[in-house]
């Protein structure tokens, strides 16, 4: 079936769509409670800001080091079975770390140990999804698929953290075996994927010509190396995520719960706007806005830092998710929609490396910097450089300033 025949998708390619959307709320959902339960879990067992530093840095460190690989993978081989496989390994790890917690513990390095094993399936699912979900909606409506994949991510994203806060009050293993349950009912909805795009004459070769092509590309396309850049800065430095811990026991005095909800408010905020953009899609202006957006979020990191109050910061990391969401919805149109989609799995990895370091090794990045002046001072410097990123990007990056459509140009 065409990519481009509309009519055919609409008896059949739904379905598929569906099943991808119940995956990815599944993994969103399993993901959100358990680094609800990682992050409380090491708090407890350290007291420490640089140890929550060292839980994003653990997650980052596969997808970085494997970027290469899983790119060809995702490219070579079936992207059902490599996205299946991987929330299997996933569903996995849930398992240890329910059996850790539920068995005496001292030492937090097998937690460590078992964020990196989550952290390599991610590595491999991530550019598989990314790279499938084009195959599995007509062009005209690819921008609303985007939209609406990523509100059902984000509606898991609030509901996840707001769970696994309730749920921590019954103890981490409890967390910890939701989520594994999760995981794997979203391997089988993701085997269960019927739809398969026209299959390529051969596989890529394994070169390392074959291997950096993605990297190759986005150099050579401005706008998208600019779009996964500004990203890839404003979440490194403005990200808070990691030092909510912190907020939710010692600024905020709330606990679990209120982590939770705290956790709960970006993901509400990038869902509401997901909904809108869904309907509403972003016909021009899409650079100027991406960095408007930015810049916006690293206000509202900056008035987070500073909040005293739950429902002013409630209110600000809010705003934060809403303005992300847009970032994420002008970058991931260019990445996904633009890319061949005979690498488009390799473009999808190194996307996948840019996202994670915003991310995963933002959290180091706060930890650290937490761990030298405190977690105010680090959330509120990393909000003032945020607004900077998106001030030098529009002199660093005029192309991606003056493009006007997300496609078609």
């Not at 840095?57 to 970085?64: D, I, K, S, T, V």
């Not at 939701?178 to 993701?190: E, H």
């Not at 679990?256 to 869904?278: C, D, E, H």
């Not at 990895?349 to 706060?366: D, P, R």
């Amino acid at each position: 079936m065409s990519q481009h025949d509309t009519s055919g998708w609409a008896v059949f390619g739904i379905g598929d769509f569906r099943l991808f959307g119940t995956a990815r709320f599944l993994t969103g959902l399993a993901y959100q409670m358990q680094a609800v339960a990682i992050g409380w879990f090491v708090y407890d067992l350290t007291r420490s800001a640089l140890a929550l530093g060292l839980v994003g840095l653990a997650g980052f460190l596969p997808a970085m080091l494997c970027a290469l690989i899983t790119g060809h993978v995702a490219d070579a081989y079936d992207r059902r079975i490599v996205g299946a496989a991987a929330f299997a390994l996933q569903a996995a790890a849930s398992l240890c770390l329910l059996l850790y917690a539920l068995g005496g513990h001292g030492a937090v390095w097998p937690v460590y140990a078992l964020v990196v094993v989550v952290g390599t399936a991610r590595a491999f699912a991530n550019p598989a999804l990314q790279a499938l979900l084009p195959t599995l909606v007509p062009t005209p409506l690819f921008g609303s698929a985007i939209a609406w994949n990523a509100s059902l991510w984000q509606s898991s994203s609030v509901a996840g953290p707001a769970l696994g806060g309730l749920l921590y009050a019954l103890g981490p293993a409890v967390v910890f075996g939701a989520a594994g349950a999760s995981f794997a009912l979203a391997s089988l909805a993701t085997a269960l994927i019927r739809f398969r795009p026209a299959a390529v004459s051969e596989r890529p070769p394994i070169t390392w010509a074959a291997l950096s092509a993605g990297i190759h590309y986005i150099r050579s396309q401005p706008v998208v190396l600019g779009a996964i850049s500004l990203d890839l800065f404003a979440v490194l430095l403005g990200g808070a995520t990691a030092l909510l811990p912190i907020y939710a026991g010692e600024v905020l005095h709330v606990g679990p719960l209120g982590l939770g909800a705290l956790r709960s408010m970006p993901a509400a905020g990038a869902v509401t706007m997901a909904v809108f953009l869904a309907y509403r899609p972003l016909r021009r202006h899409a650079g100027v806005r991406m960095l408007r957006a930015v810049a916006v979020f690293g206000i509202a990191t900056l008035v987070f830092g500073l909040s005293t109050s739950l429902p002013l910061s409630m209110l600000c990391l809010f705003v934060t998710g809403a303005a992300d969401m847009i970032s994420v919805y002008v970058r991931q149109s260019f990445v996904q929609g633009e890319t061949p989609d005979a690498m488009r799995g390799r473009v999808s990895a190194v996307n996948t490396v840019f996202i994670g370091a915003s991310n995963e090794l933002g959290e180091f990045e706060s930890g650290v910097l937490a761990a030298a002046v405190g977690a105010v001072p680090a959330v509120v410097l990393g909000g003032a450089a945020t607004v900077g990123v998106a001030l030098l990007w529009g002199r660093l990056f005029p192309a991606l300033k003056a493009r006007d459509r997300l496609l078609g140009q």
